[in-house]
């Protein structure tokens, strides 16, 4: 009957209503959320983009650095083993020059990022120099040049030679000369990172000192190359965990809108009826 009626979509209304809300406030939590979310992985991405080009940019002059000193090394081998350092020709001493205070300086930042407690290093530069010298070189004037230039914090290099043009020139005496390059230009591969540990014997003097500072490079590329790999599988677990719960975000509030959609029709349908009813 009408009393019957009336009650019953009296007590749908109120359910209704109640619904209402609590899916009005539930759509906004989860919109909220799905917000939250995407502006989470934006940020990440980001910084992950940002450390990668970082990355990639220290990863060259890395390479450089390392490929330059492989290139030294093959020329002064040559002279090493004759004990002729003195037949370096003018342009090739200018050009090792050139090349071995750009790698003091990067060896030092290298010794001062291990000093702030990334991990323990190896003999300093210069005490790696004051080892060698006291083991005797036999390099005379051309030794003590390549010396000088190894000392970051010496004099400047009045060798007038832009760095890219050094590495060209020595690059061209260790070709000219025949000297073999232990394993040719360093090629990076991003799942093969690179480093192959020499033998602790090794020349004193000069030669000695850049096969030291050789290894400690590699080692030092190799660590940087394995922790970018690292990073960036890091990154990519945590971008697809949030990924997914995006997703599952959003397929929550459609089930919510939907609900919400039709229960509001519902509603307004009781409504009428009651209405009628009366």
């Known amino acids: 009957d009408a009393e019957a009626k009336d009650l019953a979509l009296g007590s749908e209304i109120e359910a209704r209503s109640a619904r209402f809300g609590q899916l009005s406030a539930e759509i906004a939590k989860t919109k909220a959320e799905i917000e939250q979310n995407t502006q989470s992985l934006k940020q990440a991405t980001a910084l992950r983009e940002e450390a990668a080009s970082k990355f990639r940019e220290e990863e060259k002059d890395m390479v450089q650095a390392v490929d330059n000193l492989r290139n030294a090394i093959a020329v002064l081998s040559k002279h090493q083993t004759t004990q002729a350092l003195l037949q370096l020709d003018g342009p090739v001493l200018s050009g090792m020059r050139v090349l071995l205070r750009d790698a003091a300086l990067k060896y030092e930042e290298l010794v001062a990022a291990k000093a702030e407690g990334r991990g323990a290093l190896k003999p300093s530069l210069l005490a790696l120099e004051s080892a060698t010298r006291s083991a005797g070189g036999s390099g005379g004037a051309s030794e003590a040049a390549l010396f000088e230039a190894l000392n970051a914090h010496g004099a400047s290099i009045s060798d007038?030679?832009?760095?890219?043009f050094a590495a060209r020139v020595v690059a061209e005496a260790n070709a000219g000369a025949g000297a073999s390059r232990a394993r040719g230009f360093l090629q990076v591969h991003a799942a093969q990172p690179l480093y192959?540990?020499?033998?602790a014997a090794r020349s004193a003097g000069i030669y000695?000192?850049?096969?030291?500072m050789l290894e400690e490079f590699e080692g030092q590329l190799s660590a940087e190359q394995k922790q970018e790999l690292a990073d960036q599988a890091s990154f990519k677990e945590m971008a697809a965990a949030k990924e997914a719960e995006i997703e599952a975000g959003k397929k929550k509030l459609d089930e919510m809108q939907a609900e919400d959609a039709g229960n509001a029709k519902a509603l307004s349908d009781a409504k009428e009826d009651l209405a009628l009813t009366r």
């Open 196 to 199: 192959e540990s020499r033998s």
């Open 160 to 164: 007038d030679l832009p760095l890219k």
């Open 208 to 212: 000695g000192v850049l096969n030291q």
